[in-house]
């Protein structure tokens, strides 16, 4: 497959005082996205991942080795612009990315800034608005809006720039349940239409709806594969201070007691479904 994003050899440090003594963040980071693909990177805190997805569209630049996004170095300040309008990104806290006092007028904000024919941003803030269920709110102040609605509209405002790829930098993480799932449901929804979708997260139910999870500790690749081969490996992630959804977690505790589970039971509903067939 067409692959949208190489990391190659990405090393980072972060300066820690006025002495520039260096910390390093990614220390020879290297892996592939393809086009289309729904990757999960996860890791505790301090773990390097949201260091990572600063780099995948220059918010940061690597100190050594390099990221292409669609063969364009990162580093080319001239291209800046070709790799924010491939590569969208979402952040934690909505409140940092949203700059207009109307909801409508912040999803155009993006597609303004790229030059984008007045008809033509009317038409794709009114389908982001759509495709994220906010567009009854179209012409209220973000600031009455709750936090599951304000991020809705940060999303939106990254779709209506048509990126190819968005990546989410923990996005729910400031939400409660409803709006959690509300979040994810969209994200889903957005890979389901062909967009390549990278979520930073530390909910590993979250993670297990990806087709790959990448696991980041001490600013290197932990481990890397698809939710079942990570969560097969159910002590390495343990040991990594990360812990599993609960249906991989139960799964993991009755195989150890000579039960033998189906490899691909990941979620807690799909294990409630194994149990209820056992006689």
């Not at 803030?125 to 009455?144: E, G, I, Q, S, W």
């Not at 809006?145 to 923990?170: N, T, Y």
């Not at 990806?210 to 698809?226: C, F, N, Q, S």
Request: glycine share 6%; proline share 4%.
């Amino acid at each position: 497959m067409e692959e949208i994003i190489r990391v190659e050899n990405l090393t980072f440090e972060y300066s820690t005082d006025e002495s520039l003594i260096a910390t390093k963040a990614l220390d020879n980071v290297s892996f592939s996205i393809e086009k289309g693909s729904f990757t999960a990177i996860i890791g505790r805190n301090g773990s390097g991942k949201s260091t990572l997805a600063k780099h995948l569209n220059a918010l940061l630049l690597p100190v050594e080795g390099r990221v292409l996004v669609g063969g364009i170095d990162t580093a080319d300040s001239s291209k800046l612009w070709n790799i924010r309008q491939r590569v969208g990104m979402v952040f934690q806290n909505p409140d940092n990315q949203l700059v207009s006092a109307i909801v409508e007028d912040d999803v155009a904000f993006g597609p303004e800034n790229l030059g984008i024919e007045p008809a033509q941003i009317r038409e794709r803030v009114d389908a982001a608005l759509d495709a994220v269920n906010m567009y009854a709110h179209r012409k209220k102040a973000p600031h009455l809006l709750s936090g599951g609605q304000k991020q809705r509209i940060a999303i939106a405002g990254v779709i209506a720039m048509e990126p190819e790829c968005i990546v989410f930098d923990e996005p729910t993480a400031m939400l409660d349940p409803s709006g959690r799932k509300a979040v994810m449901d969209i994200i889903e929804k957005l890979h389901d239409k062909g967009i390549t979708v990278i979520l930073i997260t530390h909910f590993m139910d979250e993670a297990a709806k990806a087709d790959r999870i990448i696991i980041m500790d001490k600013g290197r690749i932990a481990l890397d594969g698809t939710p079942q081969e990570i969560f097969l490996n159910a002590d390495k992630v343990r040991e990594l201070n990360l812990e599993l959804p609960l249906g991989a977690d139960i799964a993991d505790r009755l195989r150890k007691a000579g039960i033998d589970v189906p490899q691909n039971i990941i979620e807690a509903e799909e294990m409630v479904e194994f149990l209820c067939r056992l006689k």
